[in-house]
């Protein structure tokens, strides 16, 4: 019942997209910084000292707890650009939107951005649904959407740029090193849309293949508030690890009941694949200490990048303010599509696809490289734990970038998946 209202929904949404009215906004320029013309249906124009760009974030609703801030560090990447001369010479002029965490709002927004701002690439989306009801909107305008966020793979697109981790890169490690810990069963527990959903298909896949059992398996809306039955039954099932993919501020909920509950991870820990050092303060330190987490990026990390981006960041945003993958993700995107344009020496999309494989960029995280055929990016693969003072510290690390696997195509256990 769960998976067919999610399905309808993601359907309607679909056909909402669809159905958006094809405006085209003023004269089309379409001329490249080489002077070749750009798609046909592009209103891109790029014959001035500036190019737009479009960030499209919920500011608003229940994901506005994680998306603010990565369209702060958007906000920053750009600043940051045309500080230092901006891209082939044009400065970058943001459009932003907000997505207001509801997937027929991003659809709309981003026909906004693509046919009446004009815009040479769109950044933004959190969601999987607001991510697949954007989907048909860039395909058909042949637009570019730069996506920071880990999702649960089996999908590529060549209008899309992953920028967070794909399946292999974040849920595999995650389920290989709750296996080392000697966990044998597992608590399923997920937000009512796609990613979770199929997530845990995936999650179901790999335990059958390694002898984990699922003890159960449990969806509550997006922004939904009483987690005490849930709760009750993840307590009541003694399962030896809870695997959360929940997102926004129902996460804030879930943990508080937890802990009333007097669950601690010591007892069941409960490992998230969507709770970054963002998130911790809204859940609150004391409900989530100890707790692992799954990501390609901590605010933690040594190195010379980080150490620059955290303390940039702290220096617009506050001292208080802390640094997460998404928005390392989101932050990382910009320069990416920025190496793409310069290598191609032009803002038309099929240019700059055309120049996007090999595209590096010494991240905060890492270096990261793009895969030209799927549109991934090669990432380190880690898992952490939340420590007392709300950071994130690496508890293991794939120790190198691994190669994005959207389809899973090189684990057995997967056969069948993507269908």
Known sequence: MIASRARRSLLTAVFLTAGLTLTACGAKVGDSATGDTAAA?????????????????????????????????????????NASGGVLGKQLTIVAEDGASQPTVFAEK?????????????????????????????????ALLFYPVQYEGLESSKNIFYTGATTNQQIVPALDYLKEKGVKSLFLVGSDYVFPQTANKII???AKANGIEIKGEEYAPLGHT????????????????????LNGDSNVAFFKEYKNLGLTADKMPVLSVSIAEEEVGGIGIGNIVGQPVAWNYYQTIESPENKKFVGDFKTVYGATKVTSDPMEAAY????????????????????????????????????????GDNHHIAKTALIGKIGPDGLIYTDWSSGKPIEPDPYLKTYPWATGLAG
């Open 41 to 81: 249906a592009s209103c891109v124009d790029t014959s001035g000292s500036s190019v737009k760009i479009g960030f499209l974030n919920s500011r608003s609703g229940t994901m506005a707890i994680s998306e603010n801030t990565v369209y702060n560090s958007l906000k920053m990447a750009a600043d940051q650009i």
């Open 110 to 142: 981003a026909e906004k951005l693509i046919r009446s701002d004009c815009t040479a690439a769109v950044f933004g989306g959190w969601t999987s649904s607001s991510r697949k009801a954007m989907l048909p909107v860039f395909e058909q305008n042949d």
């Open 204 to 206: 179901k896949a790999y």
């Open 226 to 245: 009483d987690f005490s039955t849930i709760v009750a039954k993840v307590r009541d099932a003694g399962a030896g690890a809870v695997f959360n993919t």
């Open 332 to 371: 990382t995107s910009l320069y990416l599509w920025k190496g793409m344009v310069e290598k191609a020496k032009s803002f038309a999309v099929p240019d700059v696809q055309k120049a996007a494989g090999g595209v590096s960029y010494a991240a905060p995280e890492g270096t990261v490289t793009v895969n």
